[in-house]
């Protein structure tokens, strides 16, 4: 069982930057990829960034890249998400996920491969 629980997500303004973080604990090592996620108010859950465990390959939403950035600290089970030149579009729940499946980067784009949900924390962003 693995246990991962999100955290910082507050209400910014627009263009700001914003980190999030995402601890993961229990049976950590058989984790070989995480990710986040975000709801938007009104839509459904969507794909924003991942990233393997144990290579570091990272793959991003389109809508992100360039001012998002996915990293991991291995030693304290912890993946990060930094938010820069946020738009009010990007507010929402945002999720972590850890995934154990041995897939390809490119499939952890999709919410079924993802095994282990956080409960989400809240980002408001204002114009």
């Known amino acids: 069982q693995v246990q991962v629980v999100e955290s910082g997500g507050q209400s910014v303004q627009g263009g700001s930057s914003l980190r999030l973080s995402c601890v993961a604990s229990g049976r950590t090592s058989i984790v070989v990829a995480m990710g986040w996620f975000r709801q938007i108010p009104g839509n459904e859950r969507e794909f924003v960034a991942a990233?393997?465990?144990?290579?570091?390959?990272?793959i991003y939403a389109d809508s992100v890249k360039g001012r998002f950035t996915i990293s991991r600290d291995k030693a304290e089970d912890t993946v990060y998400l930094q938010m820069n030149s946020l738009k009010p579009e990007d507010a929402g729940v945002y999720y972590c996920?850890?995934?154990?499946?041995?897939?390809?980067?490119?499939?952890?784009?999709?919410?079924?491969?993802?095994?282990?949900w956080g409960q989400g924390t809240q980002v408001t962003v204002s114009s």
């Open positions: 996920a850890a995934g154990r499946s041995p897939i390809n980067i490119e499939l952890y784009t999709a919410a079924h491969w993802f095994n282990f």
């Open positions: 990233i393997t465990w144990n290579d570091e390959r990272m």
